[in-house]
């Protein structure tokens, strides 16, 4: 197996995704007073908002020495981050082994043996919980032959939106963002970036989004209340939190492509969702910035794309 420089590879180009004013949804909300953006996270290289702490959390990996030549790197994924580590891993030439619930999308397994990963099936009922309990008993039991990134309690997962996307999104909109707005799943996007944007202006509101129920189709987002909590998750970090039901996130996703031209998945639809509930209630002058968490790609076998659109 070959090991390449860092220096020229895809990971230079993860990050520094535009942000694009939605204003057809705007001019729904028929509050002319509130600007409402998205930070297009689905057109990082493998298609999600991943890719930033995959690469965080690799290259800390490497630099510590816990992940040497030789060794696989294997971690518990919905599917997002797995995609990222299985390109990331591809392109500097380690051995990426993923434990995934069964019940995971065709698109999402497909996408990862293409890449040539293993995958690991888990079991459905137990959610992504299952599959990061799995993982880590697998590296517990084999110390040697895995790198364990842990991505629910590795601190570089939130350091990667503290470094990179907290400030694009405050030099995009010229330092006007009132409102950050996006959904937990090992909640590092939203406490990485809430934390940065905080310490910017201290008035912004960080408003998390979360699923209405512990049975839901958001992949990849978390009920925090019934699920195990992420170690990096920080509750004090939310100065509120708005709850998304399935079928309004997969409305959402499909009006993003028919109206705005983003096809985007169906988390994006929930993150969008909640930021125009966050708009209905903003004060005038506010700046409300989401996040489009991956492409709507990752989806095509959902009964969702044909349907109209009601919300």
């Known amino acids: 197996m070959i090991f390449v420089s860092l220096s020229n590879q895809i990971l230079q180009f993860i990050g520094n995704t535009p942000i694009i004013r939605l204003t057809r949804l705007e001019l729904a909300l028929q509050r002319p007073d509130v600007q409402l953006y998205a930070k297009a996270e689905h057109l990082n290289p493998s298609g999600s908002v991943k890719d930033r702490a995959a ?52 698109e999402r397994k497909q996408i990862l043996q293409a890449y040539g ?61 009132t409102h950050f707005v996006a959904g937990m799943g090992t909640s590092g996007t939203f406490v990485g970036t809430a934390r940065r944007l905080k ?63 983003l096809f985007v998945g169906i988390s994006a639809g929930a993150n969008v969702r909640a930021a125009m509930l966050t708009a209905a209630t903003a004060p005038p002058g506010s700046v409300i910035v989401t996040i489009l968490c991956d492409s709507g790609l990752r989806y095509l076998s959902e009964d969702l794309w044909t349907k109209e659109t009601d919300v």
């Open 199 to 261: 310490e910017f202006n201290p008035a912004i509101q960080a408003v998390a989004m979360q699923p209405d129920s512990p049975m839901h189709g958001l992949e990849g987002m978390k009920h925090m209340e019934t699920t195990l909590r992420p170690g990096i998750y920080d509750a004090s970090v939310a100065d509120r939190i708005v709850e998304v039901g399935t079928e309004e996130a997969q409305a959402m996703a499909l009006q993003l492509a028919r109206e705005e031209g």
């Open 117 to 177: 990963s293993t995958i690991i099936e888990t079991d459905p009922l137990l959610s992504s919980d299952g599959a990061q309990l799995a993982a880590k008993q697998i590296a517990e039991d084999h110390p040697a032959l895995y790198f364990y990134p842990d991505q629910y309690n590795n601190e570089e997962n939130w350091r990667a939106h503290y470094t990179t996307t907290g400030v694009e999104i405050w030099e995009q909109t010229n330092a006007q963002v």
């Open 55 to 106: 690469r965080a959390m690799i290259l800390a990996g490497i630099a510590s020495g816990r992940l040497e030549p030789g060794k696989s790197i294997i971690d518990g994924t919905s599917g997002n981050t797995g995609i990222a580590y299985a390109m990331i891993g591809a392109a500097l030439g380690y051995k990426v082994t993923l434990c995934l619930p069964r019940n995971a999308n065709r």
